[in-house]
């Protein structure tokens, strides 16, 4: 028995200067790449894109590439996908469609992606155009044979602030941490 949703997906890998997007067939089996995006982080151009073609595939699930080191820890650009992806899920949310979208581990897609350009006899110079597409094709790949493999879903579901709280509940206040008394000099200052 699956516990996965049945349909297309859609596979990202989001970079500094481009957006890699890859759709699987509609039994959800088999990963193709579909288009290389530039990033837009001033008007959000390219997450209209993502909405745009999650909606009119009628995709069933996004999910985003999560680069980890290879000690399996966060580095900026992990936080860099993580807020895309947040983006994106407020952009689905917006457009009126719940499609859930999941960060799943990219490590090595994009060497990856590289080596198969490679042996696919493209030279080094043509990647740049194609290896965002390679790696959103294994980002997603991975993703639809682990649920497979697993029977269930895979990845880290991302949420927004919206779905986090109650509706109308105000997030909550933030402290300012604070230094004890025990922890002050004599003169007020912190030891």
């Not at 990963?31 to 909606?55: C, F, G, H, Q, W």
């Given at each position: 028995?699956?516990?996965?949703?049945?349909?297309?997906?859609?596979?990202?890998?989001?970079?500094?200067?481009r957006v890699?997007?890859?759709?699987?067939?509609?039994?959800g089996l088999?990963?193709?790449?579909?288009?290389?995006?530039?990033?837009?982080?001033?008007?959000?151009?390219?997450?209209?894109?993502?909405?745009?073609?999650?909606?009119?595939?009628g995709a069933?699930?996004?999910?985003?590439?999560?680069?980890?080191?290879?000690?399996?820890?966060?580095?900026?650009?992990?936080?860099?996908?993580?807020?895309?992806?947040?983006?994106?899920?407020?952009?689905?949310?917006?457009?009126?469609?719940?499609?859930?979208?999941?960060?799943?581990?990219?490590?090595?897609?994009?060497?990856?992606?590289?080596?198969?350009?490679?042996?696919?006899?493209?030279?080094?110079?043509?990647?740049?155009?194609?290896?965002?597409?390679?790696?959103?094709?294994?980002?997603?790949?991975?993703?639809?044979?682990?649920?497979?493999?697993?029977?269930?879903?895979?990845?880290?579901?991302?949420?927004?602030?919206?779905?986090?709280?109650?509706?109308?509940?105000?997030?909550?206040?933030?402290?300012?941490?604070?230094?004890?008394?025990?922890?002050?000099?004599?003169?007020?200052?912190?030891?």
């Open positions: 028995m699956q516990d996965y949703p049945r349909g297309v997906k859609l596979g990202v890998d989001v970079g500094l200067a890699g997007l890859a759709v699987s067939d509609p039994d088999l990963a193709m790449p579909v288009r290389t995006l530039k990033r837009d982080a001033k008007k959000n151009s390219d997450i209209r894109v993502l909405v745009s073609e999650a909606v009119d595939r069933v699930q996004v999910f985003v590439g999560l680069p980890r080191s290879m000690r399996g820890t966060e580095t900026a650009s992990t936080q860099m996908a993580r807020d895309y992806a947040a983006l994106l899920l407020t952009g689905l949310e917006n457009s009126g469609h719940v499609i859930p979208v999941a960060l799943v581990d990219e490590r090595l897609t994009t060497v990856s992606a590289h080596r198969s350009l490679h042996e696919a006899g493209l030279n080094s110079r043509d990647h740049r155009r194609v290896v965002d597409q390679a790696a959103a094709v294994a980002i997603l790949q991975q993703a639809i044979d682990m649920q497979r493999s697993l029977g269930r879903d895979v990845g880290e579901p991302v949420t927004t602030c919206r779905q986090q709280r109650p509706s109308g509940a105000l997030p909550a206040p933030t402290q300012e941490p604070t230094i004890s008394q025990d922890k002050l000099r004599g003169d007020g200052s912190a030891l």
